[in-house]
């Protein structure tokens, strides 16, 4: 998985509607950002632009079969992890499916709540193989990578899709400088005027810091950019 800042983009692959629109509603109220394609070979364009972060893959399409979906992104060397729906139930469906590089494997007729937790699972598990701690602490505060779940001493904090990339991306180099252009160039996407960053790091402090005129955990180093403290 790549280091994305924003929300993870999830790209369902199924030829039915109906199911389709009920992953879409339930992915959407846990944060995620869908993408929906009803055959498999565009996946194929979709990994190569790493345009997602993970795949919940139907194998029954009308196109190609989703194991073969399976082979050919792992072919690319793409790690991107993906999570089996199918209404294939059998033992040597699951083996195949995983032996070709699935992360996952949920039978239908399926519970959202399973599903969501295997997506959390698996999205977890990349993130360690990068290198990255799934849940951040620093003092009061908390980052759950996977979940998007902020918190300061212990209570959930709002943060709008912006001010969490900023966030995300402090956590992610937590005790390293980060400048003002790399912040601008991996949230914006372009070194916009340094003032909108100015914005949302106030923003963040006044949700993040017991006192934001005094703040303990967004650190500015004058001149060049911010830090995130690392607190015991």
Same mark, same amino acid.
């Given at each position: 998985? /790549?280091?994305?800042?924003?929300?993870?983009?999830?790209?369902?692959?199924?030829?039915?509607?109906?199911?389709?629109?009920?992953?879409?509603?339930?992915?959407?109220?846990?944060?995620?950002?869908?993408?929906?394609?009803?055959?498999?070979?565009?996946?194929?364009?979709?990994?190569?632009?790493?345009?997602?972060?993970?795949?919940?893959?139907?194998?029954?399409?009308?196109?190609?079969?989703?194991?073969?979906?399976?082979?050919?992104?792992?072919?690319?060397? /793409?790690?991107?992890?993906?999570?089996?729906?199918?209404?294939?139930?059998?033992?040597?469906?699951?083996?195949?499916?995983?032996?070709?590089?699935?992360?996952?494997?949920?039978?239908?007729?399926?519970?959202?709540?399973?599903?969501?937790?295997?997506?959390?699972?698996?999205?977890?598990?990349?993130?360690?193989?990068?290198?990255?701690?799934?849940?951040?602490? /620093?003092?009061?505060?908390?980052?759950?990578?996977?979940?998007?779940?902020?918190?300061?001493?212990?209570?959930?904090?709002?943060?709008?899709?912006?001010?969490?990339?900023?966030?995300?991306?402090?956590?992610?180099?937590?005790?390293?400088?980060?400048?003002?252009?790399?912040?601008?160039?991996?949230?914006?996407?372009?070194?916009?005027?340094?003032?909108?960053?100015?914005?949302?790091?106030?923003?963040?402090?006044?949700?993040?810091?017991?006192?934001?005129?005094?703040?303990?955990?967004?650190?500015?180093?004058?001149?060049?950019?911010?830090?995130?403290?690392?607190?015991?």
């Amino acid at each position: 998985m /790549s280091a994305l800042t924003g929300p993870a983009r999830v790209l369902v692959i199924d030829d039915e509607p109906a199911i389709r629109r009920f992953l879409r509603a339930g992915l959407a109220t846990q944060g995620y950002v869908v993408t929906e394609l009803d055959t498999g070979l565009p996946a194929l364009d979709v990994v190569r632009r790493r345009g997602a972060d993970l795949i919940v893959l139907d194998l029954g399409l009308p196109d190609i079969d989703g194991t073969e979906v399976i082979q050919r992104i792992r072919e690319t060397g /793409s790690a991107v992890p993906i999570v089996v729906l199918s209404s294939r139930g059998d033992e040597a469906a699951k083996v195949q499916a995983l032996d070709l590089g699935a992360d996952d494997y949920v039978t239908k007729p399926f519970g959202i709540d399973e599903l969501l937790a295997r997506i959390r699972a698996a999205l977890r598990h990349r993130l360690q193989q990068a290198g990255e701690t799934p849940v951040f602490r /620093s003092g009061d505060l908390g980052v759950d990578l996977v979940r998007r779940i902020v918190t300061v001493r212990g209570q959930e904090v709002k943060l709008s899709p912006r001010e969490y990339s900023v966030l995300r991306l402090l956590v992610q180099h937590a005790g390293k400088v980060l400048t003002h252009g790399m912040i601008l160039r991996e949230v914006w996407g372009a070194n916009t005027d340094v003032q909108y960053l100015r914005i949302y790091i106030r923003a963040l402090r006044q949700k993040l810091e017991a006192d934001p005129e005094r703040p303990v955990h967004i650190l500015t180093e004058t001149g060049v950019g911010y830090r995130l403290r690392v607190l015991d």
